[in-house]
Antibody
Framework: QVQLVQSGAEVKKPGASVKISCKAS????????IHWVRQAPGQGLEWMGR????????RYAQKFQGRATMTRDTSTSTVNMELSSLTSGDTAVYYC????????????WGQGVLVTVSS | DIVMTQSPDSLAVSLGERATINCKSS????????????LGWYQQKPGQPPKLLIY???TRESGVPDRFSGSGSGTDFTLTISSLQAEDVAIYYC?????????FGQGTKLEIK
């Protein structure tokens, strides 16, 4: 069965970076884009960007351009997302999600990673 | 960016009754080359990731009960739950994937009356 398993919760200081991993299993890793979506406490969903495991192409929301970096480790079917220059406004649950392949809707999601940015 | 606006923000419906959630996009999300609306609906329960219910505005995802249906085209869309069940209590989000960045509505909280 398809699974996306994310790394554990993180606590970071302002100005630091965080790297979150998303390990895929149960399907052909290269065949589906992986997207990242975040959700601040009690708030809605915000799309951050997407990663194409075939060819490593990325697309970021303008808001995260220059601050977010998505990479892959094909040997472990893992996509990583690093976010730098953290502020308290980056405190959120970060989800990875698989693109269904029918126009950037997301059929499988990771469990989410809470990133807390606090001094 | 396309702005997605849902209404109402919250909704209370009796068990077995119909629930209707609306979603309006600031721009057309109908792609003329394939005549598909790039609009999805998700359900999110507390402490869980969102779950895909509907894509292409009206296509139900595999395994989603048929009491959930989507309709609409262009800029105006609706998610309907035909007969509310207790397990449908959740927050519902619409999402456009017509243009980047993909954007979500603010969410509609559905409760039991």
């Amino acid at each position: 069965q398809v699974q996306l398993v994310q790394s554990g919760a993180e606590v970071k200081k302002p100005g630091a970076s965080v790297k979150i991993s998303c390990k895929a299993s149960g399907y052909t890793f290269n065949n589906y884009y992986i997207h990242w979506v975040r959700q601040a406490p009690g708030q809605g969903l915000e799309w951050m960007g997407r990663f194409n495991p075939t060819g490593d192409s990325t697309r970021y929301a303008q808001k995260f351009q220059g601050r977010a970096t998505m990479t892959r480790d094909t040997s472990t079917s893992t996509v990583n997302m690093e976010l730098s220059s953290l502020t308290s406004g980056d405190t959120a649950v970060y989800y990875c999600a698989r693109d269904r392949g029918t126009g950037a809707v997301f059929d499988y999601w990771g469990q989410g990673v809470l990133v807390t940015v606090s001094s | 960016d396309i702005v997605m606006t849902q209404s109402p923000d919250s909704l209370a419906v009796s068990l077995g009754e119909r629930a209707t959630i609306n979603c309006k996009s600031s721009q057309n999300v109908l792609y003329s080359s394939d005549n598909r609306n790039y609009l999805g609906w998700y359900q999110q329960k507390p402490g869980q990731p969102p779950k895909l219910l509907i894509y292409w505005a009206s296509t139900r995802e595999s395994g989603v009960p048929d009491r959930f249906s989507g309709s609409g085209s262009g800029t105006d869309f609706t998610l309907t739950i035909s007969s509310l069940q207790a397990e449908d209590v959740a927050i519902y989000y619409c999402q456009q994937s017509y243009s980047s960045p993909s954007t979500f509505g603010q969410g509609t909280k559905l409760e039991i009356k």
